[in-house]
């Protein structure tokens, strides 16, 4: 324990295209430094080779910089904490080694954290703008590589309930953002565009799957995909001309089959505290209809600061908290793994 229980953590997330770096007092957040990666817009996708040499050089600035911003002196920290995974592998080995040597020269604790754990734990930043969950609660993880809802029943025990058998929502969303010649990640954009539209302008089918708090999103990709041809055969500035209601219609329809799939998952376990999760989670219709759903159906909803939504390292932090409390801390033998379940 840091002296008289005050414990300074820096945390590294490095697990897809942001280099973040996050110091912590305790639970609170003190910086929370993301750089993010221009370069692979021009793709249409990340690159996980360039993305891992940005890493490489983003990372002793970044870390720099969260120690400037945080006011306080490497010597002052108390452990280091990283992604160990789920992530790209490249990307993940550099904030490993980094957070393996600073921790053997500093010689303080090392801390693995798990990834999509993190997207659910940063419900628990200790922030004026955030409420937190009681035990049991369900979480909506939605992100670029993951749908899930998983049941939490402590900070360390999380059992998935229900995920995506093809494309997580936030392939759905930028897969059909590409579509509809949007540049990567094309979420951010069709939420921008659909704010203007009508959702009810077009309709797409939705899913069936064997599990019914199962996703599938790949079939829906493709509806759109021949919607779009069918329709741009017709007039071949389709999309430019109705862009906002294309958009709109498409967040109602991913909306509404998480809305559902979250119901299903109330009336099993008969859980009614709902948090969502993920980079997804920053979406402004899936938000509102969560904040709805307290009155529509008396759940208690919560929904992270903004910030704490995309992959961040603030959320590594808040694992690496909890984890030093509970001594589970990690040797240098630990190695990343792009793969990992809770
Ligand atoms: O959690 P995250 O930052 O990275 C992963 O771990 O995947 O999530 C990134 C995903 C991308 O697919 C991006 O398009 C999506 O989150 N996203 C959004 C919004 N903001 C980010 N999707 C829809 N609406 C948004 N506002
Ligand atoms: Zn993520």
Redo the contacts with the bound molecule.
Sequence with gaps: MGSNNSTYILAIES??DDTGVAILHNDKVLCNVVANQEIHSQYGGVVPELASRAHQQNIVPVVHQALKQANIDKTQLNAIAFTKGPGLMGSLLVGSSFAKSMSLALEIPLIGVN?MQA?ILAHFINDKNQKKPPFPFLCLTI????TQIVKIKDHFTMEVIGETIDDAV??A??KSAKILGLPY????L??KYAQLGNPNAYSFTKPKTKNPLDFSFSGLKTAILYFIQKNIKENPHFVEENLNDICASIQYTITSILMEKLKKAVKQTQIKHIAIA???S???EIRKVLKEAENKYGWTSYIPKFEYT??NAAMIGIVGYYKFLDKQFDDLGITASARIKF
């Design positions: 697990s897809c990834h997207h992100s670029g590589g993951h936030g392939e969303f930028d990640p094309g979420g951010p069709i939420d993920g980079g997804v920053a979406n402004s995309m992959d």
